[in-house]
């Protein structure tokens, strides 16, 4: 493995080392979290527990400006947060929040951001995402949730599928058409939308790759007319991202968190296999399964390895968030070989790999999970869709 370390002043060890500090007391269960959103209401209770003590240390908003709720920190600090909280096995920040206050950061009024990031860098306030619709996925930009303007409030009507943990959340960014007559990509709004509305309606959705997603029925919702974030219309251009837009700005830098979970698992994996033992020798020994480890090595690494690219050249940049290209690719790779590899490690552990808990599951079950969530890998956009970005807007190859 190529031995890449960011931290390369005494500043930056110094760094590294208080965050490992924090997370032994802050994570004292030490419980792993390969995947942020599963329904054990335990965990969702220490979840929120932690990352609110992070909030409290201001290392939500590490990078934000000063001005609001952040500590103006680099890029490279953030990265070493993420690496270390991802190494230990906490979880992640809601990446749908920090998305949101990216958006407001750039787009909203000084007021909709002292309103809304505050509870973002606290970790008191959760947002959900209601882009999608039951026939606008990929093609978004055929969404049909209708914003209608009326005196000081708009009102919004129609209905949002696959709201990951929804349900959960006390706001939702939504994308809905304002411009009736609009067509495609014009004509449509980000509004900031408080879920107690009255006129919003949650279903659930359950995933058999774990967690929970929601449908959300919006019936004549009147949100206050300033729940608009960015120009009217405008969204599209303005707002556009997570599912394969634009990254947005330096303050949002983040670490690939999906793939720093595999390089976690990959040695986990490997260790696994050197402790567990078939036919009196370990795993390790076994020839099949040295060309299959080899095989997951070879793809985390050539990952590992385009992330850094990516990385590298947003550090240089001076921008934080990496171009359309590596982002994107990056993405496509990974969410190809996040299956891939789940199917592998599931062959190497045999069949009890299925086992979800008690004293038969291996790796407490870890392999059996990584595996069900791996099919959630079009959360944020399909790969093909991921491909099409990287070639139009990173390439400017025409459609
Ligand atoms: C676990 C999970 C969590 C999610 N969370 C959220 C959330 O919080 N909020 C939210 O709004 N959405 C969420 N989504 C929805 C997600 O963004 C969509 O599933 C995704 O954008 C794909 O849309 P779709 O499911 O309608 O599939 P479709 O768009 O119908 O795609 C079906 C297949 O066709 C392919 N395809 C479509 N168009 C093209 C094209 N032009 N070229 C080549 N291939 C194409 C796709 O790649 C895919 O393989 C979530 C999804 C999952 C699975």
């Known amino acids: 493995m190529v031995d890449f370390c960011p931290d390369d002043t005494p500043e930056l060890k110094a760094w590294r080392l208080e965050v490992r500090e924090f997370l032994h007391e802050a994570w004292p269960s030490k419980r792993i979290f390969d995947y942020d959103y599963d329904e054990d209401p335990a965990g969702w209770e220490e979840y929120k527990a932690f990352w609110r003590a992070v909030g409290k240390k201001g290392w939500v908003a590490l990078t ?23 190494a230990y096995g906490a ?14 950061l750039r787009h909203g009024t000084h007021e909709q951001r002292l309103r809304h990031l505050k509870g973002i860098a606290e970790a008191t306030t959760l947002w959900g995402e209601g882009y999608t619709e039951p026939s606008a996925g990929s093609d978004l930009a055929s969404l049909t949730t209708r914003a209608h303007r009326d005196g000081d409030h708009w009102v919004l009507n129609g209905q949002k599928t696959l709201g990951t943990a929804a349900h959960q959340c006390d706001w939702m960014f939504v994308l809905a058409r304002s411009d009736p007559n609009s067509v495609k990509h014009n004509g449509i709004s980000a509004f900031l939308v408080p879920l107690d509305t009255p006129g919003i309606q949650m279903l659930p959705l359950e995933n058999i790759g774990d967690g929970q997603q929601n449908q959300t029925f919006f019936e004549n919702a009147r949100i206050p007319a300033d729940c608009l974030v960015g120009d009217e219309g405008q969204a599209w251009n303005q707002i556009w991202f997570g599912i394969g837009g634009e990254q947005l700005d330096n303050a949002f830098a983040a670490q690939d968190t999906h793939l720093m979970r595999m390089v976690r698992m990959l040695a986990d994996t490997i260790s696994y296999c050197k402790e567990t033992k078939r036919g009196g020798a370990p795993l390790t020994e076994d020839p099949v399964i040295r060309v299959q480890l080899g095989e997951l090595m070879v793809g985390v690494e050539a990952l590992r390895l385009a992330a850094l690219d990516g990385y590298s050249k947003a550090a240089t940049s001076g921008k934080g968030g990496r171009g359309a290209l590596e982002s994107n690719l990056n993405a496509a790779f990974y969410k190809e070989f996040w299956p891939h590899y789940a199917q592998v490690a599931m062959e190497i552990v045999g069949p009890l790999a299925q086992i979800q808990g008690g004293k038969w599951a291996q790796l407490n ?11 959630g890998n079009h959360a944020g956009g399909t790969s093909q869709l991921k491909r099409m970005v990287a070639a139009t807007r990173g390439l400017g190859l025409p459609r």
Do not use: H
């Open 91 to 104: 979880p992640t920040y809601p990446v749908i929040g920090l998305a949101v206050a990216a958006a407001v």
């Open 64 to 86: 934000w400006p000063k001005e609001y709720y952040g500590q103006a920190r680099s890029t490279v600090e953030k990265w070493i947060l993420d690496e270390e909280f991802i």
């Open 365 to 375: 079950g870890r392999f059996e999970k990584y595996f069900r969530t791996s099919f």
